[in-house]
């Protein structure tokens, strides 16, 4: 017994049963349906430079920061190998939260581009500057790691500070006004300013003869 698929469907061209059927110049074969071709004519290139449109761009882009200073597509040994040494620990110590964070992104976009001429060199079998951009990178990465390793200490630091003072009573970690409380703060500094202090003289007066109070002689 022979079955037939159920279809609700209709067929908009008949089957072709021929197996041979292709499209072919030379037998002048095809498709017996027509397809549909636009009119609209195909753009032509431009080959002469010189009836070309000339395109403006900025020279303050964020994307020449990939390129290298000559802002071309490979940078030569001599550039890549024009570099320093890598940034130490203890240099690093010493710099703030957003100059770590500036650095870093820095990097990111030299070893960017040292990838992007990498591939590029690859492509075009330069043969040329393989060592010298990888030395660059390593130098690149070894400051990556100081950077992670000096945020590394200071996140011991704060997790040591942080479990300090939750057993500390003069101090108040629920964000609700001064973190900083220590005990008898107000009493010592009055007895510090009434010693201080002449008597018939206010505080006002003694400041201005230079006369010192209990909270300078503590700065």
Same mark, same amino acid.
């Given at each position: 017994?022979?079955? *037939?698929?159920?279809?609700?469907?209709? *067929?908009?061209?008949?089957?072709?049963?021929?197996? +041979?059927?292709?499209?072919?110049?030379? &037998? *002048?074969?095809?498709?017996?349906?027509?397809?549909?071709?636009?009119?609209?004519?195909?753009?032509?290139?431009?080959?002469?430079?010189?009836?070309?449109?000339? @395109?403006?761009?900025?020279? +303050?882009? !964020?994307?020449?920061? @990939? @390129? +290298?200073?000559?802002?071309? %597509?490979?940078? %030569?040994?001599?550039?890549?190998? /024009?570099?320093?040494?890598?940034? /130490?620990?203890?240099?690093?110590?010493?710099?703030?939260?957003?100059?770590?964070?500036?650095?870093?992104?820095?990097?990111?976009?030299?070893?960017?581009?040292?990838?992007?001429?990498? @591939?590029?060199?690859?492509?075009?079998?330069?043969?040329?500057?393989?060592?010298?951009?990888?030395?660059?990178?390593?130098a690149v990465r070894r400051?990556?790691?100081?950077?992670?390793?000096?945020?590394?200490?200071?996140?011991?630091?704060?997790?040591?500070?942080?479990?300090?003072?939750?057993?500390?009573? #003069?101090?108040?970690?629920?964000?609700?006004?001064?973190?900083?409380?220590?005990?008898?703060?107000?009493?010592?500094?009055? #007895?510090?300013?009434?010693?201080?202090?002449?008597? !018939?003289?206010?505080?006002?007066?003694?400041?201005?003869?230079?006369?010192?109070?209990? &909270?300078?002689? *503590?700065?």
């Amino acid at each position: 017994m022979q079955l *037939r698929s159920f279809s609700t469907t209709t *067929r908009r061209y008949p089957r072709d049963a021929s197996r +041979n059927r292709g499209v072919s110049a030379i &037998r *002048r074969t095809g498709p017996r349906q027509t397809l549909s071709v636009s009119k609209v004519p195909l753009p032509q290139p431009v080959l002469d430079p010189s009836k070309r449109s000339k @395109f403006q761009v900025d020279e +303050n882009h !964020g994307l020449w920061g @990939f @390129f +290298n200073k000559q802002r071309t %597509t490979l940078s %030569t040994p001599e550039d890549d190998s /024009a570099h320093g040494r890598p940034w /130490a620990v203890e240099e690093l110590r010493h710099k703030s939260w957003e100059d770590l964070h500036g650095l870093w992104w820095v990097c990111v976009k030299e070893r960017n581009r040292l990838a992007t001429e990498g @591939f590029e060199r690859a492509r075009l079998k330069a043969g040329y500057g393989e060592h010298e951009a990888q030395q660059r990178d390593t130098a690149v990465r070894r400051t990556q790691r100081a950077i992670k390793h000096v945020l590394t200490e200071r996140y011991y630091a704060w997790d040591e500070a942080r479990k300090l003072a939750r057993n500390d009573p #003069e101090v108040d970690l629920s964000g609700q006004g001064r973190a900083y409380k220590p005990e008898n703060l107000e009493e010592d500094e009055i #007895e510090s300013v009434e010693e201080e202090v002449p008597e !018939g003289k206010s505080l006002l007066d003694s400041k201005k003869e230079g006369g010192s109070t209990g &909270r300078e002689e *503590r700065v």
